[in-house]
């Protein structure tokens, strides 16, 4: 999403310079080469070293920005306590998520989220990317002078409804046009749940024999022992494609039958935005905003549930090609209409604008 805002954002208006606390990365480099400056802390996944605040004190007191958005919740605690050690100017927390477990997580992340409660009132506003964001939020003490709600934005020409590549996306991974291909595009982390999704597969092969299971995101390789259980599980075996981190998401989703979010928490999932904005229709778990999201071009299901995850699979199943193409078109609408980085980008302008008059 950072890099779709840069992409969009007007550069006569606003020039942006962006700051890594670890290293570049996939997207820091694709933002790089969009034209936009990066710089890194090089500080460990995960931990807030010293020498990297530091590092962070003095570059902004060379930069002098107007504004500092900071991103997620180390970026947030580690902008708002550089604020005090430099010159003035405007911090803007974005938060990117609800329901966090905390005991999925490293006692780490729960001890920055409950300081960051406690100095909430500090930046000037607080964006979040979904209704449910800032209920949990609020819930944990988080009291900023302002929430602003500005949910993720999707650029309707990069996700398309191309077909042709889809058709390219099976040849190369030796998937006949005769199977029913369900995705899950994500991450490995706690938070998206393939547990729960792949408990699902496991029931749904027992109903369809013609179904496969495309797994893309950092982390989702045959090199995770996680997933070697079920790659060699009687029901899955053969069906589980894991192709690790891809840049080609638009044709990868093109490929697909079935969308999916499995997750626990989220606040307002890209993946199902590019997902419908590509004409596929999805199955979610009522999760941050998700239904909000979605509309009535999906099937809703509750988390941590894989028999009910496996029926919203089937529901789309039942529908045939007809009906799941005539949901997907409306999903792509409701993204053009509501949804597009146009309309986001417009957001964010004018949040700037109005935290510096």
């Known amino acids: 999403m950072l890099f779709k805002l840069l992409s969009a954002i007007n550069p ?77 100017f405007k911090v803007v927390w974005n938060i990117r998520c609800s329901n966090v477990e905390f005991e999925r997580y490293k006692k780490l992340t729960y001890w920055v989220m409950k300081v960051s409660a406690w100095l909430s ?35 309707l020409e990069r996700f398309n409804i191309d077909p042709s590549a889809g058709k390219e996306v099976r040849k190369e991974l030796e998937i006949g046009n005769e199977k029913l291909v369900v995705g899950l595009i994500s991450r490995f982390d706690p938070m998206k749940d393939h547990e729960t999704f792949l408990r699902a597969a496991r029931l749904l092969c027992k109903k369809y024999p013609d179904i496969c299971f495309l797994l893309v995101g950092e982390g989702v390789s045959g090199e995770n022992k996680f997933f070697t259980p079920y790659l060699f599980d009687n029901q899955l075996k053969g069906r589980l494609i894991l192709l690790g981190f891809r840049e080609d998401i638009p044709r990868i989703l ?14 307002f999932p890209n993946i199902i935005g590019e997902s419908m904005a590509c ?18 071009t999906g099937i809703l299901v509750p988390p941590r549930d894989p028999a009910a995850l496996m029926e919203g699979w089937a529901e789309l199943i039942a529908r ?23 309309k986001v980008t417009l957001q964010y302008e004018t949040l700037f604008r109005r935290v510096l008059s």
């Open 12 to 88: 006569l208006a606003f020039e942006s310079l962006v700051v890594s606390m670890t290293g570049r990365g996939l997207v820091g480099r694709k933002i790089e080469e969009s034209g936009v400056r990066i710089l890194s802390l090089n500080m460990p996944k995960g931990r807030v070293s010293l020498t990297g605040f530091i590092k962070l004190i003095k570059l902004l007191q060379r930069e002098k920005p107007d504004i500092l958005l900071t991103w997620m919740y180390h970026a947030n605690l580690l902008g708002i306590l550089a604020g005090q050690f430099s010159y003035r």
């Open 121 to 155: 009132s500090l930046p000037a506003a607080i964006i979040v990317n979904s209704r449910k964001g800032s209920e949990f939020h609020t819930a944990l003490g988080y009291h900023p002078k302002q929430w602003e709600i500005i949910y993720n934005g999707f650029d």
């Open 254 to 267: 093109n490929a697909l039958d079935i969308s999916t979010s499995s997750s626990s928490g989220e606040g």
């Open 279 to 296: 004409g596929i229709p999805c199955v979610v778990t009522d999760v941050g905003d998700s239904a909000f999201l979605i509309g009535e």
């Open 320 to 342: 045939k090609e007809t009906g799941r193409k005539a949901l997907g078109l409306a999903a792509r609408d409701r993204i053009s209409r509501l949804f597009s980085i146009e």
